[in-house]
């Protein structure tokens, strides 16, 4: 229910960006939490903070032009939404993929914003990318897509201003051919303009692994202030990317067992558990379909063109994919297998109409811009590493990571009590992430 006050500020956003439906949604989620703020703070909406958080402070969009292998010319779409920097530069990753838009782009900016605000740490919220499909591409053209890409991006980036990351289809290797021509470009070694760098060249320790580190994290303090652990727990993971694979290897480490992961192809069932190094080697090393992992599995894993991995019973579900995947029907065969904890490892992954269900049933649900808010707090920390000229332990930079999830889930937790919802981690997250971020925007006045 969208409080009376907030609706015509939703229905504006939508009349003002028509067809960005991923968008619409993202800010129907935020601004369905935010009545009870209005009514505790009329200040905000004098100043109109909610109308001026939906407007990005601004929106680029720039021709990609590349050659491939064969000497074929390829035409794409680059994008950079530059959101809101109340708290800091803007801060948020790049994705190559097809399904690139701008709607895409907004959703995920704008997730950005609060999820950044959580963390607690000084960054704003930014997100970019494009309509590039690097799969079944070369290195070779890969590369130049990224140096294309960067030589219009460079104009708008800086570690006091703009610094991206890596999101889907944007991993180490595309990171270090986008360093490498803004380094040629700028004739500056700015360490602190990228993040999710390799150690040996300014990345932190940690970083590859935050995101699934961080969502398992974040579920652990959930179960544990609901009297519950990962012990002995079986748990299934969409995705088989960066997130998915750490967030398997965490759940091992505090004595859960996952049973499953998927691809855009199908999924993978293993009730011996995932095998990790195996899997690794499939995904990150010969990027393979999740299919071969089943067939060098042998007979105890077996692969399903197609179908839901939700439909595998299991007591954790963390969804690590993409946006969208888990749906109402998932979530009700989620319930009916005895799930009792979900957290979104993915941006979004879940529909409105299955978090839906997973409250009324009373299920542990994460959201995203708490639960997957690791990545990016261990790329402000590997920011703090560039600017000091230092270099971290991974014991040091995990436990920082593991003391900043285990702040988000404080704040999340204790502000949820406050506005009347005890467990409601979605209205926690929004109200919480909203308010360091309408404070910062309100003490700067009209910009």
Not at 103 to 120: D, M, R, S, W
Not at 174 to 179: K, S
Request: glycine content about 12%.
């Amino acid at each position: 229910m969208i409080d009376e006050k907030i609706e015509p500020i939703l229905d504006e956003v939508v009349r003002r960006n028509p067809g960005e439906q991923e968008f619409h949604q993202a800010v129907h989620e935020v601004l369905g939490s935010l009545g009870p703020v209005l009514a505790k703070h009329p200040e905000l909406a004098e100043a109109k903070i909610i109308q001026r958080v939906c407007e990005p402070e601004r929106q680029i969009i720039f021709r990609v032009p590349w050659q491939d292998d064969r000497g074929e010319v390829h035409i794409n779409r680059g994008f950079r939404v530059e959101f809101n920097s109340a708290l800091g530069p803007y801060k948020g990753g790049l994705r190559f993929h097809p399904s690139v838009y701008l709607g895409i782009v907004k959703f995920l900016g704008f997730e950005q914003i609060f999820k950044n605000a959580l963390t607690g740490m000084p960054i704003g919220g930014g997100k970019g990318g494009a309509d590039f499909d690097p799969r079944d591409r070369s290195d070779d053209e890969i590369m130049r897509f990224c140096q294309s890409f960067m030589l219009e991006l460079f104009r708008h980036l800086g570690e006091y201003t703009d610094v991206p990351a890596g999101d889907i289809g944007v991993g180490g290797r595309e990171i270090g051919y986008l360093f490498g021509q803004y380094k040629r470009i700028t004739n500056r070694y700015e360490s602190g303009v990228i993040t999710g760098k390799d150690p040996s060249w300014g990345g932190s320790l940690v970083r590859k692994e935050a995101t699934g580190y961080g969502t398992v994290f974040f579920v652990q303090e959930a179960l544990k202030a609901a009297g519950k652990a990962f012990d002995g727990r079986t748990c299934v993971v969409s995705g088989s990317g960066n997130v998915a694979i750490y967030a398997i290897e965490k759940v091992h480490q505090l004595g859960g067992k996952v049973v499953a992961c998927s691809d855009s192809s199908g999924f993978v069932h293993d009730p011996d558990g995932i095998h990790l190094e195996l899997l690794q080697q499939v995904k990150e090393v010969e990027r393979l379909r999740i299919s071969a992992y089943a067939d060098r599995r042998g007979d105890s894993a077996r692969f399903v063109p197609g179908g839901s991995i939700w439909e595998i019973p299991c007591d954790v579900a963390l969804p690590c994919a993409t946006q969208n995947e888990l749906t109402r029907a998932d979530a009700v065969a989620l319930v009916r297998n005895g799930c009792i904890a979900v957290g979104e490892g993915a941006n979004m992954p879940c529909t409105p109409e299955a978090v839906r269900t997973f409250a009324e049933a009373g299920v542990l649900f994460g959201p995203g811009k708490a639960a997957n808010a690791g990545g990016v707090a261990t790329s402000a920390l590997e920011m703090q590493q560039n600017a000091s000229r230092d270099s971290w332990t991974f014991e040091r930079t995990e436990d920082r990571l593991a003391q900043i999830m285990a702040g988000i889930h404080e704040v999340c937790f204790e502000t949820a009590e406050e506005y009347g919802r005890p467990g409601d981690y979605v209205l926690g997250a929004n109200i919480a992430g909203f308010l360091r971020v309408a404070r910062a925007m309100a003490a700067h006045g009209l910009v």
